[in-house]
């Protein structure tokens, strides 16, 4: 499955974030050693920034910008020099009615039109079908069928969908799934259990952004679904360097001057922290015992850590570690002194103290 990073996009479109040229090329070369297929820079119609940093810089990865189904967003995409267009329509019954004011007809004549306009300048077309989720299948397939496209994307815009949902909604289509993407948002926590659930389907292209930074609850998120992909219950393909996946998407939040709190998955501070007597006490045998997969897979760091919470198991291989017979005696002055540190200690501080006492 091939991989949209639209970190730059999605995150500006949260109330008042704006990334700077800087910003942005520092990200986009970030997220292109990592081996994305797409990086999605920004709006060029609405914003000359994606121009100057399409000047600015030089991929594997496809540039994109978004456009509306307008002749004008379709030029000030190809005058800014991205390799792909996602032009964008409003699909549903609701948004053609309350966001363009078009009928189902005029919307389709209009999509063809410009799309054509785009390809003819040699831009890569992918179509965009906003509110896609909640739009008839029939009508999807008839939009896909009529427009000439690279790749047409399905887009849970309020994020309303669940995995099952996704599932009966891409199997009542008849376009074939290699031949779709998908876009998700997270307004109920499950934007990346949705973009599995697509990928198990067989999707060719997923939309993901760093830390989930996108438009209110944000969108399916680059690091889950890459781990996911690698060391979940089915994994597939993807062209990313799961080495470089941790250490890249921090690279990226410091470029953009984001964060993430302590117990995000994968990227939070504290997501590869033990501390518990008896996590540690197991884990210093064998770390799968209490970790779903290797941290360092993803360029990652365990963090095992003894304190007051330390138990008896976990001293006693403590001073195992230190060369030490674990007497009965030596394992309890251990505990005391573990239980007096101001500040947890780390794996190797452990096994010296273990070596210090009596
Ligand atoms: C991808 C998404 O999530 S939506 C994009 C969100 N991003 C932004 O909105 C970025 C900031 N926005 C802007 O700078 C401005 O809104 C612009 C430049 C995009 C557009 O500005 P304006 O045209 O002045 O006004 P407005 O935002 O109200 O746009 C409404 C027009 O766009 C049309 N429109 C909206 N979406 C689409 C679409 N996907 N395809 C075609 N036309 C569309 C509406 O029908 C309406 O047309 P009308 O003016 O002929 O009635
Ligand atoms: O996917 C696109 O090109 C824009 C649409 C979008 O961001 C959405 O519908 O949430």
Request: hydrophobic share 45%.
């Amino acid at each position: 499955m091939k991989l949209l990073d639209l970190t730059l996009r999605e995150g500006e479109q949260r109330p008042g974030v704006e990334y700077t040229v800087d910003q942005k090329v520092d990200a986009v070369r970030e997220l292109d050693a990592l081996g994305v297929d797409y990086v999605q820079i920004g709006f060029p119609v609405a914003d000359d920034r994606t121009k100057r940093v399409c000047e600015r810089v030089d991929l594997d990865a496809k540039t994109t910008g978004i456009a509306r189904a307008v002749p004008g967003d379709v030029d000030a995409a190809i005058d800014a020099g991205v390799d792909a267009v996602n032009l964008f329509a409003p699909t549903s019954d609701r948004q053609l009615e309350h966001v363009l004011g078009k009928s189902r007809e005029e919307l389709l004549d209009t999509v063809v039109s410009v799309a054509d306009r785009a390809r003819d300048h040699g831009v890569e077309v992918h179509f965009d079908a906003m509110d896609g989720f909640r739009t008839d299948p029939g009508d999807l397939d008839a939009l896909f069928d009529a427009v000439d496209a690279e790749l047409y994307t399905l887009a849970d815009t309020v994020g309303g969908r669940t995995p099952a949902g996704v599932v009966d909604h891409l199997d009542a289509m008849t376009t074939d799934p290699g031949a779709l993407g998908v876009h998700f948002h997270d307004d109920l926590g499950v934007a990346t259990a949705n973009t599995l659930a697509a990928a198990r389907l067989g999707v060719a292209r997923a939309d993901v952004s760093v830390a989930g930074l996108g438009e209110r609850a944000g969108n399916a998120v680059l690091e889950e679904v890459v781990a996911a992909a690698v060391v979940g219950d089915e994994p597939f393909t993807l062209a990313v360097d799961e080495r470089r996946l941790l250490p890249t998407a921090r690279a990226v939040l410091d470029a953009l001057d984001e964060d993430v709190g302590p117990e995000k998955a994968l990227l939070g501070d504290e997501v590869f922290s033990h501390e518990s007597g008896l996590h540690t006490a197991a884990m210093l045998d064998d770390p799968a015992t209490f970790e779903p997969f290797d941290p360092a897979r993803f360029g990652g760091q365990r963090r095992l850590l003894f304190g007051s919470a330390t138990g008896t198991g976990a001293a006693r291989r403590l001073l195992e570690r230190a060369g030490r017979e674990p007497t009965e005696e030596r394992v309890a002055a251990l505990l005391d002194r573990l239980d007096d540190v101001a500040e947890e200690l780390s794996l190797e501080e452990a096994v010296a103290l273990a070596g210090e006492v009596a």
